[in-house]
């Protein structure tokens, strides 16, 4: 009995003035267990009156509470054990600071996060675009949003980016979203026969929605075409870019059919003697 007494009073060097006895470990190792059991607890009883989308955003909010509650639990039980902590941390100022410069992009991320799931934002499945990268969201978590690009590359994006930077939802709105593709013609070219070609493309396309009519646009008289859109409406964002690479295919395909020409820039140059 009088070895376990030794045995949990026995001093660890932490520091020259700081000392840590071993009760004061298995008091923390205690606290600590006790602590995981509670905030399960919480976390068991909240996950039931939430619903499937609000779990995952409830789970990312916890992981940052739970450190957060470790941490003032650390700190009340050094405290209650005789440990100053203020000292230790007075004695370690310099490796705080150098600490907190690294961790000041690691909590500018977490605190973006829980304001990306606080005002939903942003959703999982949802199509965005940002710094020129495209992807739908496939995770979003406390400190990154993970997203899959079109050519199934996965995309983290660090939270902080949402705020300091712009955001392109595409799907925000809902689903269906309204594409174009541009093509120019020759200025022999019929103008009603273009259209029509055009039209008929998009209407056969599977993946293009029939409840809105496809519809052209005569948008200009360029230098050497004459320049035409054509606007038709999907629900299948992420597809955007076989789309309109298949409308593409099926409008050269008709055009030469049809002997309508896609013309090319031409310059004359003239060389002086």
């Known amino acids: 009995m009088n070895k376990f007494k030794e045995f949990l009073n026995y001093s660890l060097p932490i520091t020259e003035d700081i000392h840590i006895e071993v009760k004061t470990i298995l008091v923390v190792i205690i606290v600590f267990i006790i602590t995981g059991l509670f905030l399960k607890l919480i976390k068991k009883i909240v996950n ?14 916890f992981s940052f509470i739970k450190y957060f509650v470790y941490t003032i639990v650390l700190v009340i039980a050094l405290e209650s054990s005789g440990i100053k902590v203020g000292v230790i941390l007075a004695g370690s100022a310099a490796l705080l600071v150098g600490i907190g410069l ?3 992009t690691l909590f500018q991320d977490i605190m973006s996060g829980i304001f990306i799931l606080v005002d939903k934002s942003l959703h999982v499945n949802d199509i965005i675009e940002i710094e020129g990268k495209i992807g739908k969201v496939d995770e979003i978590r406390l400190r990154t949003t993970r997203a899959i690009t079109i050519d199934d590359k996965v995309l ?5 980016k949402f705020l300091t930077n712009s955001l392109f939802n595409w799907t925000q709105n809902g689903t269906q979203t309204t594409e174009g593709v541009e093509v120019g013609v020759s200025y022999d070219s019929d103008v009603e026969l273009v259209k029509s ?16 009519k496809p519809r052209v646009l005569f948008l200009d008289f360029g230098d050497s075409a004459l320049q035409f859109k054509l606007l038709f409406e999907i629900n299948h964002s992420y597809e955007h870019l076989n ?8 409008i050269n395909k008709k055009f030469r059919e049809n002997n309508i020409t896609i013309p090319f820039p031409q310059r004359d140059v003239n060389f002086i003697k």
Do not use: C, M, W, Y
């Open 48 to 61: 039931r009156k939430l619903n499937e989308e609000d779990k995952g955003k409830f789970k990312a909010v």
């Open 102 to 104: 690294g961790l000041q």
């Open 156 to 160: 983290i994006i660090p939270n902080h």
């Open 197 to 212: 070609i055009l039209i008929d493309v998009a209407t056969a396309h599977p993946k293009i929605l029939k409840t809105k």
């Open 243 to 250: 789309i309109k690479s298949d409308l593409r295919f099926e």
